[in-house]
């Protein structure tokens, strides 16, 4: 079982940053990739970014250049830095880890509203 608490979510105006922090417990060591999805109202549950257990990242098309995707190891956290927010980055943002189990594990989500 992995856990997963995020926070830094929060209310910005377009063009402003925001930083998403999740940590990770739990069967840590099973975890091949942890990330960011999103989920807009009547939208659904949509990839933001991941990274792997040997650092490499992944983002959607949609963040590239605006969101960067980084993980502490030694605090088991993974974090997300949104720069120039947009408003249809507004969403409910949800950390996800993938195991070498094929296990998928979600936190609780954090809201993320970006008004114009």
């Known amino acids: 079982q992995v856990y997963l608490v995020e926070s830094g979510g929060g209310s910005v105006q377009a063009g402003g940053s925001l930083r998403l922090s999740c940590a990770a417990s739990?069967?840590?060591?099973?975890?091949?990739?942890i990330g960011w999805y999103r989920q807009a109202p009547g939208k659904q549950r949509e990839l933001v970014a991941t990274?792997?257990?040997?650092?490499?990242?992944n983002y959607a098309d949609s963040v590239k250049g605006r969101f960067t995707i980084s993980r502490n190891n030694a605090r088991n956290m993974v974090f997300l830095q949104m720069n120039s927010l947009q408003p249809e980055d507004t969403a409910v943002y949800y950390c996800?880890?993938?195991?070498?189990?094929?296990?998928?594990?979600w936190g609780q989500g954090t809201q993320v509203t970006v008004s114009s």
């Open positions: 990274i792997s257990s040997t650092g490499t990242p």
């Open positions: 996800n880890a993938g195991t070498a189990y094929r296990q998928n594990f």
């Open positions: 739990g069967s840590i060591g099973s975890i091949v990739a």
